[in-house]
């Protein structure tokens, strides 16, 4: 008699176990049948209805996901937990996923609409793609300072400012390793691309006397805390430099003569992807005219669609943070990755100054 | 005789449970494990265990372990008198005054650090109304001062609770009779309440410590990337420099060090161990 | 005289307290009534992200997501775990401190860790979706579960029940009409912490989701950098008022103890 009740309540029990786990990994089914994309990009990077819009036209599911930095993505992407179709990323990280053989040639020609993106910006691409082959543009800009000309009274021209000491504690940088030591290897006059150790060391060097003068590293929250004057300068992307002026009116946003960086992202299609003709049609879709410039109006980056610049106001396409000009960039340079020991080495400093 | 049996049995309903934790707590702390004691050439390896001993590393931890002692430290300094003073208006041991603690949890995390920050700015809320009081402005923000704000913020209702519900256990008879016997006030804490509320103080140590020395989103939010816990270099190693065999073994060095400074701390209460938590 | 001073001091302190912790909370109803896109300009008073917020159709399916989560899984944590804290009561001293210290091994571990470890354990068997993220969030709701319902079991009393046993009542029986109405305050708050814990989770959330899930952690994570959307405040004091009118219905009692609740709201209202 008892044993039986141990019985029955052994198997009550396993039931409700399984159960649950059923029911759990049930609800977890992919749903078969419909043809689907699973896409990762930045958050905020794309406005909704261009993908609820493609879903439409084109009856395949998207399934967004989203990442802060380029790092996580990375990171995110080659757990393998989830197979993504394309990705979104930036210069230095695409250059890596294209190394490693993460990414299928796609044949650009074959999408109609990728002529709307300019030569300029295929020019560009090419830091990382060589052969534009793996690669199709999205949106691009500059790094700079943006500062507040109601307590900077004289123009800023150089990285100088944020490691002079004069605005102590009123900086914000990048919570971003590659671009905060962009800016001191630029200010030192060396390349943002270098391979040199000792290059790197000065840099840091640099960095870790100006730390005690930094309000926060941030990422692109800078620019809400210098609209909102808790600091005078920040280095942030051109787009954001924009949207701030759109809030702020007194600030003004600089790229530095020493140069800076010019960023491109990028879509790739991944080794996972067994449905190209639909990744395809979802790059030609990204690219076309009036889905561009949606996309531009929800985050306003420069976009690489000439199509699409050619629609703005005069007054828009004279705004360098929308659209910088060509000598804006001249001696910018696009972000490579390093050499590995560079790399670790740069990851290792980093990390010091952080703690320190 | 008969009570061991229906003891015995009564085992068994721990069974799901024990399936649960092989299969979501055990295995995957395996998997934290193996990449551990994996160095990054692959094969076994110590280093990344050891890697807390690098002084970068070791810094962060000390901070960490700053932090999460002030922490603790501040929390019981504010419950105590709360959970007092919610005795003095005789708010005994009603379920509304535990939820009053918890409610906040309902709006995200993230938003209220964030709103934080808004409020310790430099030209934050907070600065806003001490000039307008003719007082100087505090520049918190990105200090350890405002890591130490939020975690606090975010923790004292781990401490304010199980202390409340240990106090709220205890005869008020006892404490009439102390009165009545010539005790004061202080004498009555003293010598009653607060042995008797041990029980409590110790599962609210557990609850504030442990999640605020491994934290590492109120730093980044409050801390303006400034300020590393051994938290942040854990999250860093794992999404930025795509190291998890150094993040593991960080991780894995930070666990055994505050399952060692746990056992310290309920080295006296291990049958107590989680007692009365709400 | 004294005793006066003494109430009016604890009222002073508790009302501190509360500003402490509802400080923040009121900078997010301010900003859900904020006429401008960006947190740190004060555009004026509006209710539009009010109206945008229910024609906003990722924000809902991630609030029904964010529901059902937490729903779920803090119910079959609560099954689970009072099931498990009944069992491990019953067990023997040594086996009993080892289940309490894999019961709180959870609790240890660093989120992220925890997080990526599940992930990488998971991709095994299921696809990341949304059955794998409600496993996770199972896995760190009972312990709270646990260890709400323990310190109940260690204060029942047991002879009731086996008084009932012995009058002849069936096991589930006596459980259910002996057993867990002792229980039920440790059970209610046990299912009230997990249902918490999986609304607030963030990190666990984002390692173990798989693509076009999204709760309205992850959502608003995925705001961070481009500013948080309006619509996230409206939508947080809506839940939060929810949530505070519910705890008030549901202490709503007539007689003595109301004085004290009106004291209380009071010191809220300050």
């Known amino acids: 008699m ?21 029911c759990a990994a049930g609800c977890g089914q992919k749903s ?72 299928q040639k796609i044949d650009i020609d074959a999408l109609e609409n990728s002529k709307n993106i300019g030569d300029r910006y295929w020019e560009l691409a090419k830091a990382f793609d060589p052969e534009n082959e793996y690669t199709v543009p999205f949106f691009w800009g500059t790094l700079g300072i943006l500062y507040d000309t109601s307590r900077v009274k004289e123009p800023v021209d150089s990285w100088e400012v944020l490691f002079n000491g004069e605005y102590a504690g009123e900086v914000i940088m990048q919570n971003s390793m590659r671009d905060t030591y962009m800016a001191a290897l630029k200010y030192l006059g060396y390349s943002l691309n270098t391979n040199d150790e000792n290059e790197i060391r000065k840099a840091q060097e640099l960095l870790v006397k100006q730390k005690p003068d930094v309000q926060a590293y941030l990422v692109d929250e800078a620019r809400d805390e210098v609209v909102a004057g ?61 889905m561009a410039k949606k996309n531009f109006e929800y985050i306003y980056y420069s976009t690489p669609n000439e199509a699409v610049i050619n629609s703005l106001s005069d007054e828009e396409r004279a705004d360098e943070t929308l659209v910088p000009p060509v000598d804006a960039t001249e001696n910018c340079e696009v972000c490579l990755q390093a050499e590995p020991e560079i790399n670790d080495l740069m990851n290792e400093l980093w990390k010091e100054l952080k703690a320190d | 005789m008969k009570k061991t049996k229906t003891m015995n049995r009564r085992t068994l309903l721990a069974s799901p449970y024990i399936v649960w934790v092989i299969g979501f707590t055990v295995i995957p702390l395996g998997v934290i494990f193996k990449y551990a004691l994996t160095g990054q050439e692959g094969g076994f390896s110590l280093e990344n265990i050891g890697a807390i001993f690098d002084p970068i590393h070791f810094k962060a931890m000390l901070f960490s372990l700053e932090i999460a002692l002030g922490c603790t430290l501040l929390c019981i300094l504010l419950s105590y008198p709360l ?80 202390i409340f519900n240990a106090v709220a256990e205890i005869d008020e008879d006892i404490i009439e009779a102390a009165k009545d016997l010539g005790a004061n006030g202080f004498t009555v804490f003293r010598r009653i309440i607060f042995p008797l509320s041990i029980p409590g103080l110790l599962s609210g140590i557990v609850m504030v410590f442990v999640p605020s020395m491994t934290s590492f989103v109120i730093s980044d939010i409050l801390g303006g990337g400034k300020l590393q816990l051994i938290g942040n270099v854990i999250e860093q190693e794992f999404t930025k420099s795509s190291n998890w065999n150094l993040g593991s073994g960080l991780s894995v060095s930070l666990m055994i060090f505050v399952l060692l400074s746990m056992a310290f701390t309920t080295k006296n209460d291990v049958e107590g161990k989680g007692s009365a938590i709400w | ?14 009302a501190f307290i509360i500003l402490f912790l509802y400080a923040p909370i009121l900078v997010l109803v301010m900003l859900s009534f904020n006429n401008s896109r960006s947190r740190v300009t004060w555009g004026g008073f509006t209710l539009d992200w009010y109206r945008k917020l229910f024609s906003n159709g990722q924000i809902m399916e991630a609030l029904a997501t964010t529901l059902v989560l937490a729903f779920a899984s803090a119910l079959f944590a609560t099954v689970i775990g009072v099931l498990g804290a009944l069992g491990i009561h019953a067990m023997r001293r040594k086996n009993y401190q080892m289940m309490m210290v894999f019961t709180n091994i959870p609790l240890l571990n660093a989120d992220i860790v925890t997080g990526i470890a599940l992930m990488l354990w998971f991709v095994h068997f299921i696809p990341l979706g949304f059955g794998s993220v409600l496993l996770a969030h199972m896995t760190f709701n009972i312990p709270y579960v646990i260890l709400s319902v323990m310190p109940r079991i260690r204060q029942m009393n047991l002879s009731v029940y086996e008084a009932a046993r012995d009058l002849g009542a069936n096991a589930v029986y006596a459980f259910f009409k002996v057993m867990l109405p002792q229980l039920a305050s440790g059970i209610i ?57 519910v705890l ?19 010191e809220m209202r300050r």
């Open chain 1, 230 to 290: 808790n600091a005078v300068m920040a280095i942030v992307y051109s787009g954001e430099a924009y949207l701030g002026r759109q809030y702020n009116e007194n600030l003004e946003y600089v790229v530095p003569k020493e140069g800076s960086n010019v960023w491109l992202d990028a879509w790739g299609v991944t080794k996972y992807c067994d449905n190209m003709e639909a990744a395809r049609k979802f790059l030609d879709f990204l690219c076309r005219e009036d």
């Open chain 3, 248 to 266: 008030l219905a549901g202490n709503y009692r007539p007689g003595k103890k109301q004085k004290n609740q009106e004291l209380l709201e009071k």
């Open chain 1, 32 to 103: 078969e049948g419909k043809e689907s994309l699973t896409v990762f990009s930045y958050g905020e990077y794309m406005d909704p209805d261009v993908l609820e819009q493609f879903t439409e036209e084109s009856g395949i599911e998207v399934k967004y996901e989203e990442a802060l930095t380029p790092e996580e993505m990375y990171a995110k992407y080659k757990s393998g937990a989830i197979e993504y179709d394309l990705l979104c990323s930036t210069d230095y990280m695409l250059q890596k996923f294209i190394n490693e053989g993460e990414f």
């Open chain 3, 1 to 14: 005289m004294v005793e006066k001073l003494k109430i009016f001091l604890s009222r002073f302190y508790i």
């Open chain 1, 2 to 22: 008892k044993k039986m009740k141990k019985r029955i309540i052994r198997a009550l029990l396993s039931g409700v176990l399984a159960c649950s786990i059923l």
């Open chain 2, 83 to 162: 959970v007092m003073a919610l005795k003095a208006l005789n708010m005994g041991r009603q379920s509304f005054v535990m939820f009053i603690w918890i409610l906040p949890m309902w709006m995200n995390f993230i938003l209220r650090l964030l709103a934080w920050q808004m409020i310790l700015s430099n030209n934050g809320i907070l600065n806003f109304l001490l000039t307008k009081l003719g007082l100087e402005a505090l520049p918190l923000a990105n200090t350890g001062a405002a890591v130490m704000i939020g975690v606090v913020y975010d923790y004292l209702p781990y401490m304010v609770l199980p």
């Open chain 3, 189 to 245: 708050s046990g299912f009230f912490m997990a249902f918490t814990m999986s609304m607030d989770d963030f990190v666990i959330t984002y390692f173990t989701k798989g693509p076009g899930v999204n709760t309205l952690s992850t959502m608003i994570y995925g705001e961070i950098r481009k500013g948080i959307k309006p619509e996230m405040y409206a939508l947080s004091t809506i839940i939060f008022v929810v949530a505070l009118l």
